[in-house]
């Protein structure tokens, strides 16, 4: 049974950082791309950034181009979003997902495992 773990949350002043973690069990980690996504309150789940199987491709979005980075470390089966220069307006659940094939993967429907989240408070 496939499970992603996500830690590294917290609450973090204004232009802070946090590193984000998530751990996958139970799937051959490195065969898959990875994705995180974020979910404010009052709205609607926004992609993050994502990550090929191999670690050699990115994305980001707009808002956070610049700010955060995506990675992996196959060996340890987990992927990570380190955050930096955050703004109050990051503040959201935090969800690692997995993606169905190994080539670069955007759209949330591309993904079909998902974590349980981790809370991210930044205050202004």
């Known amino acids: 049974q496939v499970e992603l773990v996500e830690s590294g949350g917290g609450l973090v002043q204004a232009g802070g950082s946090l590193r984000l973690s998530c751990v996958a069990s139970?799937?051959?980690?490195?065969?898959?791309?990875m994705g995180w996504f974020r979910r404010a309150p009052g709205r609607d789940r926004e992609r993050v950034a994502a990550?090929?199987?191999?670690?050699?491709?990115?994305y980001y979005e707009d808002s956070v181009k610049g700010r955060f980075t995506i990675s992996r470390d196959n060996a340890r089966s987990t992927v990570y979003l380190q955050m930096d220069s955050l703004r109050p307006e990051d503040t959201a659940v935090y969800y690692c997902?997995?993606?169905?094939?190994?080539?670069?993967?955007?759209?949330?429907?591309?993904?079909?495992?998902w974590g349980q989240g981790t809370q991210v408070t930044v205050s202004s």
């Open positions: 997902a997995l993606a169905t094939r190994s080539g670069l993967s955007v759209g949330a429907g591309m993904y079909n495992y």
């Open positions: 139970g799937v051959t980690f490195s065969w898959f791309a």
């Open positions: 990550i090929d199987s191999e670690g050699a491709k990115t």
